[in-house]
């Protein structure tokens, strides 16, 4: 896909140190080289028709499971770009959810989020940093959007053993030059966002070689 992008200069509206707030399409697959995005422009930028903003401060960042607020985003040419719902992962995000609004209010979560999106859509360098860091992504927003019950496995717990298998499937469809991550997902019959952050995790532990 070629897409013609106008520089945003606009400045990132403040959010307090060593925070994240970044947008990203709410489709990205974190290991496919290929942007896939349903195009929009308004007033000259172009934007994903649909796109999530990931909100962290660093005690969610450093936590054992992952933990995020998600801010999600539609764009459209007749209504600009606007924000549709907020929900979050961890057993925990609703007791930070206040912590966030307070510190970084909503007000400014608009503005940031196409800010960073753009940017995101324009730097490759940003991609690749972002896939390799392991940002939290959802695997189904109406899951993700209930905290976790005491007691219940939400996610299967991620071993040595589970990424070497996840790279063996990988590898093995690549070089029968079937879609890797897609083998993924249907070998273990999880969503296809799931299966691509299983990929990057077994890229990061060395089962996979990096991307090029």
Known sequence: MHLRYVIDETPHPPIPAGWRALAVPSDWDLDEAELRIRP??????????DFLMIIQCPEMIAAAEPTAIFASFKASEARGVELVKIFGMGPDWLMWLGFVVEKFPPVEWTKRAQSTVVQFLQLPEIRKALAEAGVPLPDDEATASQPAEPGVQKRRKITKEHLQEVARI?????????????SVQEHFGVSHSTAAKWVGAARRSGFLPPTV
């Open 40 to 49: 929009v422009t308004i007033d000259y930028v172009t934007y994903p028709d």
């Open 170 to 182: 990988y590898s093995q469809a690549q070089s029968q030059d079937d879609p890797p991550t897609r």
